[in-house]
């Protein structure tokens, strides 16, 4: 759970007042923040449910509705609020940002600095990391994305712990009298690589910087600028794989009853009597007792809440290279069948030769292009070509 807004100090709210952000928890995947009013109604599909009847009730409370429909009223801690959070821009997830504060050596009474602040979604468990003695200066150079960040630690009561400021820290990096002051740094830009001098004046000796990239080519290149002025650089990529348990009938063949229905094609039906029915149905229920049991099974999840990402903490990670050493090995092979194949060879007339040899440049060139078109593919530049291309042909 979240502090009070009061005062820096791990004081929980055990019971909901008015003015509180509560999150009202329908299902495992709906899920919404609510401020508690007096007279505030939340409908949805479960009836009408009316704020006066939480007031004064624990947190974790199941309320019910009109039509007699329960939800629960859940604290709003970092990990839920990432998931109801409103999203101004791409946000860091739950595996995301506990790999991120462990490595940033968060502990309490830290000072840490955030580059950009976006939805908060980090900034929110930064602050619970380094709660009651610490502090997260956070810097975001849009303008209206800071001022909703401010309302956003207000409602969930980590305003005293986090100060968001409107900068540009590529162009103009971190403030001067922050120098010396960080025990860590947290980059989430387009160009990382350029705030990095400024980050490495603002960390103690010892302090740590991570930088998170959602493409291989902006770790590349902030890696070949971190070598200059810190050791023991590392670069991660964080994978969520969720699982659905439930209980489901399973036949002696080993088949689920969800798979058996959905295997079976929709048939016409032969008439038959009563009798015969009865006899069916008598048959079929004491079969399907005798031949069917309870399991639990667990699959994965269909969606997953996520996005590719590398967190860098030294070389290029493994992937990259394994890609670039797959575009190189093409490349050779693509040129050596080139310059040995038979047909562009001239031991025959002049003319012949030269119309051999301008048949060979031209065959030279697709495979030149070829061979660059999946160096663009491999490194995502020819997907970034075509939008861009898209973008101008709308404008």
């Known amino acids: 759970m979240l502090p009070t807004e009061s005062k820096k100090a791990l004081s929980f709210k055990r019971y909901i007042e008015d ?41 974790g409370t199941k309320v019910f509705s009109n039509k007699g429909k329960f939800v629960y009223l859940l604290a709003p801690t970092p990990e839920l609020w990432t998931l109801v959070l409103s999203h101004r821009t791409q946000i860091l997830y739950i595996a995301d940002i506990s790999f991120v504060v462990m490595y940033l050596e968060v502990v309490p009474g830290c000072i840490v600095l955030e580059s950009g602040t976006g939805s908060g979604s980090l900034s929110t468990s930064l602050a619970r990391a380094v709660a009651p003695t610490g502090h997260v200066y956070s810097f975001d150079f849009h303008e209206q994305r800071a001022v909703c960040a401010r309302e956003d630690f207000e409602q969930t009561g980590i305003s005293s712990l986090v100060t ?33 001098p400024s980050a490495a004046k603002m960390l103690k000796e010892d302090g740590v910087l991570c930088s998170f990239s959602p493409c291989i080519e902006q770790v590349q290149r902030t890696c070949e600028v971190l070598r200059s002025d810190f050791i023991e650089i590392r670069t991660f990529e964080v994978l969520l794989r969720t699982y659905e348990v439930k209980e489901v009938k399973v036949d002696m063949v080993g088949q689920s009853q969800d798979e058996k229905n959905e295997g079976l094609r929709p048939c016409k039906r032969k008439y038959r009597s009563k009798e015969d029915d009865t006899v069916s149905q008598h048959d079929d229920s004491s079969l399907a007792t005798a031949t069917s049991n309870s399991v639990v099974m667990a699959r994965p999840c269909s969606e997953a809440r996520g996005h590719t990402g590398y967190l860098t903490k030294t070389m290029c990670p493994l992937r990259f290279i394994l890609v670039f050493f797959s575009v190189a090995l093409a490349g050779y092979f693509a040129w050596k069948t080139v310059n040995s194949s038979p047909e562009l060879s001239s031991d025959n007339s002049p003319v012949e030769a030269k119309d051999k040899d301008k048949q060979g440049l031209d065959f030279k060139r697709k495979m030149d292009n070829v061979f660059w078109m999946f160096v663009d593919m491999a490194t995502g530049r020819y997907l970034w070509r075509n939008l861009k291309e898209m973008s101008d042909k709308i404008q």
């Open 19 to 59: 003015g509180d952000l509560v999150i009202v928890y329908e299902r495992h995947d709906v899920m919404k923040p609510v401020i508690v009013s007096k007279d505030g109604v939340l409908q949805n599909r479960f009836g009408v449910y009316k704020h006066s009847d939480w007031i004064g009730k624990p947190l």
């Open 164 to 196: 968001v400021e409107v900068r540009d820290i590529q162009g103009q990096g971190f403030p001067e009298k922050l120098s010396g002051l960080a025990d860590s740094v947290f980059l989430d830009l387009p160009q990382p690589w350029l705030a990095v």
